[in-house]
């Protein structure tokens, strides 16, 4: 890890320049979510039942949109829920169960477990779905899965999808591998990189023109104003238990591919996603020890001190603009640990979508040359992806 050392060294001297770089389009303005332009979308909802699709990153204005649709008197019938619950406190991949809001008194439908796509029958009393999540950009985050099969069920039941955009806080770069026909499941249902560069609203609108859906959903959205894709938006309430601020929210798409091997990212501390490590690993300078939390009943490596690196400085201060996935990480804790554990598990290869990025770190290739591998997929995927676009892109 020294050259890393080295790298932070020489980045601080660059860091102050990160907003110049990519904020130059909305520095001076406030970037308002899809969600708050309420004199949009209201008018167009008017007496009409629908539904949300929604969590506590639902915010008008720091208040819930479905508090705000009910204190208005809307018709609002019902709540779906993805991952983590409607109030976002659930671990990631446990089972979440209908409920009822105790706020509000509405039935809460959970699109998570075995139970992803809404059913007719609860689609029969509404004529909307307005989709409000606070997404973070990358293909394993699973409300872009949800999105899809909430659109899927607006096809088939012909019931009019309205998004709510949303900034999408990696949106400034593209990077990872494409995922391969045959990879497809609920962390990587489309051929995409991992670091898709696109909104909730761009990237429904590519599901829905692309044909990656039964059929196709009467579809209208809600953009953002003053964002575009050189913007770096900082979220205003954590989108998931373990992503608790802008640093995990960043370094999330390089350390997510931990969770498919032995090593802890932080679940069951304080610092999710910001730190790495294992109980054999020696050659880091941090020690950690994982106990269950909010969002973390089981963590990995529960009560054993594990010794790794506390990476945190390089969310918020270097990716934005490093603008890459990061792969020495992940490739060192491999030569590392390899000789002496399994590594990788069997969900290893559905994070990546493809079974090339294990067997190219088994094989010994270095980040640059797995990087240079994936490119030509990229240049594929972005020819796609730009005919999608809202807002001014990055490049």
Not at 175 to 185: F, R, T
Not at 194 to 222: D, K, L, P, Q, S
Request: aromatic share 14%.
């Amino acid at each position: 890890m020294r050259r890393y050392q080295i790298v932070l060294i020489f980045l601080i001297t660059l860091s102050l320049n990160v907003n110049v770089l990519f904020a130059q389009s909305s520095k001076s303005k406030k970037i308002v979510p899809g969600a708050e332009r309420t004199w949009v979308y209201l008018p167009f909802i008017g007496d009409k039942p629908f539904a949300v699709v929604a969590n506590h990153t639902s915010l008008v204005k720091g208040t819930s949109l479905v508090d705000t649709l009910v204190s208005l008197r809307y018709n609002l019938k019902k709540i779906f829920c993805p991952e983590h619950g409607f109030r976002g406190d659930s671990d990631a991949g446990a089972y979440i169960y209908n409920s009822t809001d105790s706020v509000t008194g509405l039935p809460v439908i959970s699109l998570y477990g075995n139970h992803k796509k809404p059913l007719p029958d609860e689609l029969e009393d509404v004529d909307i779905i307005v989709f409000d999540l606070q997404d973070v950009g990358t293909r394993f985050y699973t409300y872009i899965s949800t999105l899809t099969y909430v659109m899927e069920a607006c096809a088939e039941n012909n019931k009019t999808l309205v998004i709510l955009d949303r900034p999408n806080p990696n949106g400034f770069y593209i990077d990872g591998p494409v995922l391969e026909k045959g990879y497809e499941s609920f962390v990587g249902m489309h051929h995409v990189p991992v670091v898709h560069g696109m909104t909730i609203a761009e990237y429904a609108r590519m599901v829905n023109e692309e044909g990656w859906i039964n059929g196709e959903v009467n579809m209208v959205w809600v953009k953002c104003l003053n964002y575009d894709h050189k913007s770096l938006y900082h979220v205003p309430v954590r989108p998931s238990p373990n992503l608790p601020n802008m640093d995990a929210i960043y370094l999330y798409p390089s350390l997510c591919f931990f969770e498919g091997t032995v090593v802890s990212v932080g679940r069951g501390t304080n610092k999710q996603f910001q730190i790495f490590g294992h109980p054999l690993m020696k050659k880091g300078d941090y020690h950690f020890i994982p106990y269950p939390n909010v969002g973390s009943k089981y963590p990995k490596h529960e009560g054993k001190e594990c010794v790794g690196y506390d990476i945190q400085s390089f969310g918020t201060e270097f990716q934005p603009l490093m603008r890459e996935i990061n792969l020495d990480w992940l490739i060192e804790s491999y030569n590392e640990l390899a000789d002496t554990t399994e590594f990788f598990n069997k969900y290893f290869d559905k994070l990546a979508g493809t079974d090339k990025l294990r067997k190219k770190i088994i094989s010994g290739w270095d980040a640059k040359r797995i990087r240079d591998s994936w490119q030509e997929d990229i240049k594929e995927y972005k020819e796609i992806r730009k005919r999608y676009l809202l807002y001014k892109d990055f490049e």
